[in-house]
């Protein structure tokens, strides 16, 4: 996945979208049904193999070759795997390779913490920075042209924060430089209509549902 597939605003499908289990391959289907461009799991590792898992896996979890192999069913699809873990993070590219996805994934949970790792092991998966970003009232253009220079620092495509931060301010500063933003997780119906009136890249909702003709 490159910038240049971001042309108007995505939505991403959280995990669980719709009411629907969360890390299972019915969320996946659920999210492209309601018509989301992107859908959105957690990866960690049961034994070294990635698997779908917020929490630490108990081994009868969804394997990520499964969830690839049910996204390479839906074309141009695309897929944020939010990574918990960097502990076998070279596994991750493996599979994707494998079931031919790899053009069609990207990353988010990529705190400070795990820049390296995701850098040396992935080193062709592109990936949102997970920032803190702080209250509107302390956006400062200051803070703003810092938490850029924090961005393009990292490597990432761009920043992926919570929706009680976001801002319009914040997303022109971030064009302005040629930096993504991602913003998690709305799913009220006005708070989706204030957020989207900022222009960011791209909103996660577990209501994709509600937002097929908003987008």
């Avoid at 996945?1 to 979208?17: E, L, P, Q, R, V």
């Avoid at 992935?122 to 400062?140: A, H, M, S």
């Avoid at 931060?165 to 914040?170: E, G, I, P, V």
Wanted: proline share 3%; aromatic share 10%.
């Amino acid at each position: 996945m490159k910038n240049s597939d971001f042309k108007t605003m995505t939505i991403t499908a959280h995990t669980g979208c719709v009411g629907t289990e969360e890390n299972s391959l019915q969320s996946i289907e659920k999210g492209v049904e309601c018509g989301a461009q992107i859908i959105e799991f957690d990866v960690q590792y049961y034994n070294g193999i990635p698997v779908l898992s917020h929490d630490a896996p108990k081994g009868a979890e969804v394997t990520l070759e499964e969830a690839f192999l049910k996204v390479k069913e839906y074309e141009n699809l695309k897929v944020n795997v939010d990574i918990k873990s960097v502990e076998y993070i070279h596994t991750v590219g493996e599979v994707a390779e494998k079931t031919d996805v790899k053009d069609r994934i990207f990353f988010t949970g990529v705190n400070d913490d795990f820049v390296s790792a995701v850098k040396k092991n992935c080193p062709d998966i592109e990936y949102y920075l997970n920032v803190n970003v702080l209250p509107k009232r302390k956006q400062t253009d200051e803070y703003l042209n810092s938490l850029v220079k924090k961005v393009k620092d990292s490597g990432a495509i761009g920043i992926n924060f919570n929706k009680k931060s976001a801002t319009k301010r914040l997303v022109e500063v971030f064009h302005k430089n040629g930096l993504l933003v991602s913003i998690w997780t709305v799913n009220g119906y006005f708070k989706f209509r204030k957020i989207k009136s900022f222009g960011p890249d791209n909103i996660t909702t577990r209501r994709p549902d509600k937002f097929k003709v908003a987008r």
